[in-house]
């Protein structure tokens, strides 16, 4: 019996030792397995930011870069040195913009100073276009530039500050974008946040940039040409029912107010379909229906007799339409408005059509009430035989028509259209009809949706 206990005390003694040493080797294995996995955690740290600080020390050498060129454009008389300046500095402008925007920063404590950078790129590429027709700098982009060139510098100093004072704290990057070391904490207010915030105070008196490009500030203040009345959103409801009584709509919500928008109105919705009438005048700004489109039962032709048909309707008069895209079972077509034989790109309107049924399924007019107004079209100048003159040998015209074309400042240049055929592939040229000189190019793709430009 004593020996049977020894036995059985003996075999939880082994069965113990087993399980310990088990547990043991599990042990060492998650500590090694910890060790690892700490190391690697490690090792991805210091290489991101090591990423971090060489893309901070890239936007204080493009900035650098910026203010050195903005100096010497000041100085120079001569066109094609300042064309090589001008595209560097736009260069060096959208490279720190982006590398900027991909540090771990709060953006709201330096939108200014990337916009500073964006529109200084955009500015500069519209010195260096003109500067290709031989323009001089003026006194007054002369003196644009002094002050802009002020501010660069500024921001390469305050830059260069910074880096310094993160390398004499030993501030991470990485513990910036994941914000848990204490002492980050603390030096970050010091630092990332006052020292940025100190940098978007000077930028934010900057002086406003009035140009012909795409980020000009006064791009986004253009109002609509639209005239009328203000109306109420119960007058806005009731033309938002006219409009949509072919869908046979019974309850229209109201949806709000839109207010920070370049036409300000109101939206309705139903089941599907939503849309918006403007306050001015009440047009419809925009309308678009999500309800699912079945199997097409009638081809393109069909579609565009409908949407002409549907913009007669809707009182825009004059409309032709250019291009079109097929997608998920509907066919859009873009319109614009024609006078005196001229095309007029910026009057636009698109028109989605259901191939299931034919009903019209979107509307999108906000560029013809932004744009539209009775235009008087000045007569061209050149001569469209003389215009072609800059296209390249071996294109074949395929064919030519006037047209007012939008600029990237939202002006407008009467313009000779070429649809050319270069290398098997299509382009559209645009001549200037005043100057003769060649304006945009765009290369059309076909595919069997539509015709897209590029």
């Known amino acids: ?37 700490y190391s690697q955690k490690t090792a991805y740290k210091r290489s991101l930011n090591a990423q971090y600080q060489r893309m901070f020390y890239d936007v204080i050498g493009n900035v650098d870069t910026i203010q050195s060129d903005l100096s010497k454009v000041n100085v120079s008389n001569s066109t094609k040195q300042n064309i090589i300046l001008l595209t560097d500095i736009m260069s060096q402008s959208y490279l720190a ?7 771990p920063l709060n953006h709201k404590s330096i939108g200014k100073t990337e916009k500073f950078l964006t529109q200084l790129g955009d500015y500069t590429i519209t010195l260096a276009k003109e500067a290709l027709d031989d323009k001089n ?15 660069a510098k500024y921001l390469s100093e ?8 993160i390398a004499k704290d030993k501030i991470q ?10 002492k980050m904490k603390k030096s970050n207010a010091n630092i990332m946040a006052t020292s940025m915030i100190r940098i978007e105070e000077r930028m934010g008196e900057t002086p406003e940039l009035i140009y012909d490009g795409p980020f000009s500030e006064h791009v986004g203040n253009i109002k609509p040409r639209l005239k009328g009345d203000k109306i ?45 009438v403007s306050q001015t005048a009440g047009k419809i700004v925009w309308m678009v229906d999500t309800r699912q489109i079945g199997q097409p039962s009638i081809d ?9 048909k549907f913009l007669k309707e809707s009182e825009y008069n004059n409309m032709v339409p250019t291009y079109s895209l097929t997608n998920n079972g509907a066919i859009t077509f873009n319109f614009c408005s024609k006078k005196d034989n001229v095309t007029i790109y910026p009057d636009l309107i698109k028109v989605k059509v259901a191939l299931d049924n034919g009903e019209v399924v979107g509307l999108e007019s906000q560029g013809y009430i932004i744009s539209h107004y009775d235009r008087k079209i000045r007569k061209p100048e050149v001569e469209p035989k003389d215009a072609s003159k800059n296209i390249i040998d071996g294109a074949k015209i395929l064919k030519t028509k006037l047209t007012i074309i939008p600029t990237e400042g939202k002006k407008e240049k009467l313009c000779y259209e070429f649809k050319v055929e270069y290398k ?5 040229i645009y001549v200037d009809a005043i100057t003769g000189k060649q304006q945009k190019i765009f290369e059309l793709i076909k595919n069997p949706d539509g015709t897209l430009t590029m």
Request: hydrophobic residues 40%; charged residues 35%; positive net charge.
């Open 1 to 37: 019996m004593v020996c049977k206990r020894n036995l059985l005390e003996r075999s939880d003694i082994l069965n113990l030792k087993k399980k310990t040493n088990i547990l043991l080797g599990l042990l060492v294995v998650c500590f090694l397995w910890g060790m690892t996995g």
């Open 97 to 103: 913009q982006d590398k900027m925007a991909q540090l």
């Open 137 to 151: 700098l003026d006194e007054k982009e002369r003196k644009k530039i002094s002050e802009l060139q002020k501010s």
């Open 158 to 165: 305050e830059l260069a500050k910074v880096q310094s004072e």
């Open 173 to 182: 990057f990485t513990d910036i974008a994941a914000k848990a070391n204490k």
């Open 232 to 276: 109420d959103k119960d007058k806005a409801k009731e033309i938002a029912s006219n409009f949509l009584k072919y869908k046979k709509i019974k309850e229209l919500n109201y949806g709000g107010r839109i207010k920070n928008n370049s036409i300000p109105g109101y939206m309705f919705n139903s089941e599907n379909v939503s849309l918006s």
């Open 300 to 308: 393109k032709k069909k579609a565009l007799d409908i949407a002409k």
């Open 424 to 428: 098997e592939r299509d382009f559209l």
